[in-house]
């Protein structure tokens, strides 16, 4: 058994994916894995995600057909299959909240989540919504992909590029722990795909009876495939006879492994980067805020003098400003466009209302608060 549980001793069993072409035996392996971990007295929980799929062979523990009727999303919003699908996958996926609560009260009792992804792989890979469950479940719970390969049909150097192709950008994207399920072993061994990956000449070998005009794109874009081979595990299974199911198991205990030794930290790194940015944004807000609350005390002042049908006088300017204010004007107000007007209107004798507003402003401080009077005058004062 993989090591699921936390260092707080919170039980978190593996949750596997199940993505594959239409066709390759998604389904099939799902029921073959359930009857297994069922002999092994290891039931798993299952959600099933296709909203268009008519019949299970499995009874799921939750159900996307329980939640939305995806002829009916068909109907009322006027879309064809695929995007009846597609948008019954992202109403679901504004529930998912919810889903991830029942998940977690079951939790503790549990060894493994299945995942069985619509028939239509793009929409799962490649939609916000798959995106979105992906990495909700991979925030709390080991999560891996099992990508489900038809073996016959990937026999052809050609179709076996395309498919590796695809699960490349896949696990590009999602960055969870990739296992490579190569299906339908009882019609063709996946030995010839082990060796393809792993001896690079013998797949230029393959590619150099090919002759089509593909064959040199193929023998370029397989040498960047080399890397990615050395990111994935590789198991061969028969969803029919039951073969490889043990092989299949011993892949998603190395994938936990490899979840909590590199996604694990890259997440909380990730996530510690996210609340650092976050929170220095908020600093930056309040800052902006403070500054911008020092000019509205400012305006108000202004406003003050103004709305009394008085002169529009800056604020408590004491008399030894006053005095000072003749010798230096700029480093006194800078740029503060008030300025000349006051000064105009002052010099046009009208003391009488710098008293009257003096002793107004006498009265507001006597007012205030000791601590909303410091801030007042730090905020009008003329340094
Ligand atoms: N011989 C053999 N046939 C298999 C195996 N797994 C699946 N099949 C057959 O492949 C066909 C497709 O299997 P499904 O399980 O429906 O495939 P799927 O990927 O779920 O298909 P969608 O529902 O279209 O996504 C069926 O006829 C299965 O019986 C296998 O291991 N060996």
Known sequence: MSDNTTTAGEKRPPVILCIGMAGSGKTTFMQRLNAHLHTKKQPPYILNLDPAVAA?????????????????????????PNGGILTALNLFTTKFDQVLGFIDKRAPSLDYILVDTPGQIEIFTW??????????????????????????????PATFMSNMLYACSILYKTKVPFILVFNKTDVKPHD?????????????????????YMSSLMNSMSLVLDEFYSHLKVVGVSAVTGAG???FLKAVDEAVVEYNQEYKPELERVLEERRKKKEADKEEQMARLMKDMAMEEKGKEVKFGAS?????????VDEDEE??????????YGEFE????????????????????????????????EESLKRFISGQRLE
Do not use: C, H
Request: glycine share 4%; charged share 40%; no cysteine.
């Open 56 to 80: 299970l062979p499995f009874s799921a523990n939750i159900d996307i057909r329980d939640t939305v009727n995806y002829k009916e999303v068909m109907k009322q919003y006027n879309l064809g």
């Open 338 to 369: 008030r300025r000349p007007r006051y000064r105009r209107e002052v010099d046009s004798d009208e003391e009488g209302d710098l008293e009257a507003y003096k002793a107004d402003m006498e009265e507001r401080r006597a007012r205030s608060e």
């Open 127 to 156: 939609s916000a919504s798959g995106s979105i469950i992906t990495d909700t479940l991979a925030a709390t719970y080991p999560t891996m992909i099992a990508y489900i390969i038809d073996t016959p049909r990937t026999a052809a």
């Open 323 to 332: 005095e000072d204010e003749d010798d230096d004007d700029d480093d006194d």
């Open 192 to 212: 010839f795909a082990v060796e393809w990956m792993t001896d690079f000449e013998s797949f230029q070998e393959a590619l150099q009876k090919d002759k089509t």
């Open 308 to 316: 009394k049908g008085k002169t529009p006088l800056r604020g408590n």
């Open 245 to 247: 199911m043990d092989d």
